[in-house]
């Protein structure tokens, strides 16, 4: 039997119910049937959209996929093809708008693969959910220089004539990531970067020794970047280990971004967790020329993670976050 989107279901039913239906008479099993359809699948977004935006006439099988710790995640098999969707019952849709932009943005620079997003969207119960195209992973982990210039590609693609930030705020982890629209890039990454993280530190753990000397930092950083050509590149965001694979053709996948447009630089800032070796800085370079004194600003950029991480996940992280503002507090005589 063809599985029927809810727009057909309705259509299938007469324009109102015969009158022989009144409030003590049994409805016949093909009306409950056909409402009950029609009733979970306007409960069911996700289902709803597989169904017909989708292509789909029938879903064959869904299935838990592994890996997140802050969303639900499922494959879809349908006769159309499989599709990968995420769920969250407690937020609601504006963390997966955000990386629908993301998402689409990386996409349409034709650089590295991502999966494409098709929908998101409330949850008719609380919630929200994001619906996008299943990319099947592969075994290889060799894909190290063919990571380094694909996203130097992306960068050098992805451009902004908005200046340094996105069209919305995003998450980095669970960490609200505020983007807004900034003409210069010192001033959006001293105060939308280390000063929002180095403020929910004071805010949460009353820490204000680091909170001062970070922000004497955020005032001295500018000499960094002399000599320097910054321009907006088209971010991931949240480059770690656990946001990168391979397709079964061994192409590098990226995923789960925290997407803005920022100085390129920056995307290195998880480099601590993300394996980074020679072989994909070589490959990167080729495509996007290092600048003078990126050895120096390199910890710059991990500071703003390690403070993040700090806030998610507690004082475990100071001591690196601490060190690498001393050591910048020495460098700049601040």
């Given at each position: ?32 049937c ?16 597989i ?53 689409e ?26 619906i ?134 920056a995307?290195f ?34 500071l ?31």
């Open positions: 039997m063809r599985v029927m989107s809810s727009s057909t279901c309705f259509t299938s039913l007469p324009p109102f119910f015969p009158s022989s239906l009144t409030k003590t008479t049994k409805p016949s099993p093909i009306y409950s056909l409402l009950e359809f029609s009733m979970s699948m306007s409960e069911d977004p996700v289902r709803e959209w169904l017909s935006e989708g292509k789909a006439t029938k879903i064959t099988k869904i299935s838990p996929v592994g890996g997140g710790c802050i969303n639900l995640a499922s494959r879809y098999d349908t006769d159309a093809g499989s599709f990968f969707v995420k769920t969250n019952r407690s937020i609601g849709s504006s963390m997966f708008e955000a990386e629908a932009l993301g998402l943005a990386m996409y349409e620079t034709g650089t590295i693969c991502v999966p494409k997003p098709y929908k998101f969207g409330p949850l008719p119960n609380g919630g929200s959910f994001i996008m195209e299943f990319i099947q992973f592969g075994a290889s982990r060799g894909y190290q220089s063919e990571l380094g210039k694909k996203l130097a590609e992306m960068h050098k693609a992805g451009k902004s004539s908005k200046g340094y930030g996105f069209d919305v705020d995003n998450t980095i982890g669970s960490t609200p990531q505020i983007n807004t629209w900034s003409s210069d890039w010192i001033q959006f990454y001293g105060e939308h970067r280390l000063g929002y993280q180095l403020k929910l530190l004071l805010d949460r753990f009353g820490d204000r020794a680091i909170y001062e000397k970070g922000q004497r930092l955020v005032k001295s950083m500018g000499r960094l970047f002399a000599n320097v050509v910054i321009e907006p590149c088209l971010l991931h965001g949240d480059l770690w280990s656990g946001n990168i694979s391979s397709n079964r053709n061994g192409e590098p996948v990226i995923l789960d971004p925290a997407c803005y447009y920022g100085h390129s630089e995307e800032g998880m480099s601590w967790c993300a394996g980074f070796g020679g072989s994909f800085y070589d490959s990167y370079f080729k495509v996007m020329p290092k600048q003078p004194g990126f050895e120096e600003r390199r910890d710059l950029y991990m703003y993670h390690y403070l993040n991480h700090y806030n998610l996940f507690g004082s475990g992280y100071r001591s690196s976050a601490m060190s690498i503002i001393d050591d910048y507090l020495a460098f700049l005589s601040a």
